[in-house]
């Protein structure tokens, strides 16, 4: 199995950046996509990136496009969300995903996630 656990969560003003960090430990070398999905309160569950994890494939939700950037580094089975220009709207819990499949905005398709961090932006 893979275990996942974020980090980097926080609360930042409007504009400002947060960098997450999602480490994987376990069976890693099963890892074919990781990805991001955030769940606001009241909200469902909602697809934010993913990338290929031996590859420099990512997409990206059009709400976040152009400020959010997923990256992964497969040496240190660690991956990040840098969130630029942030938004109140991206007030969020943000989780952390793995699968062994393609790239997919479905969380259905994401066998392992990390807990959670917790995303505050203030207007």
């Known amino acids: 199995q893979v275990q996942l656990e974020e980090s980097g969560g926080g609360s930042v003003q409007a504009g400002g950046s947060l960098r997450l960090s999602c480490a994987a430990s376990?069976?890693?070398?099963?890892?074919?996509?990781m990805g991001w999905f955030r769940q606001a309160p009241e909200k469902e569950r909602e697809f934010v990136a993913a990338?290929?994890?031996?590859?420099?494939?990512?997409y990206y939700a059009a709400s976040i496009r152009g400020r959010f950037t997923i990256s992964r580094d497969n040496a240190k089975n660690t991956g990040w969300l840098q969130m630029n220009s942030l938004k109140h709207e991206d007030t969020a819990v943000y989780f952390c995903a793995a699968s062994n499949q393609g790239l997919s905005t479905m969380s259905d398709q994401y066998h392992w996630w990390g807990q959670g961090t917790q995303v505050t932006v203030s207007s």
């Open positions: 990338i290929n994890w031996g590859a420099d494939i990512t």
């Open positions: 376990g069976r890693t070398f099963i890892i074919s996509t």
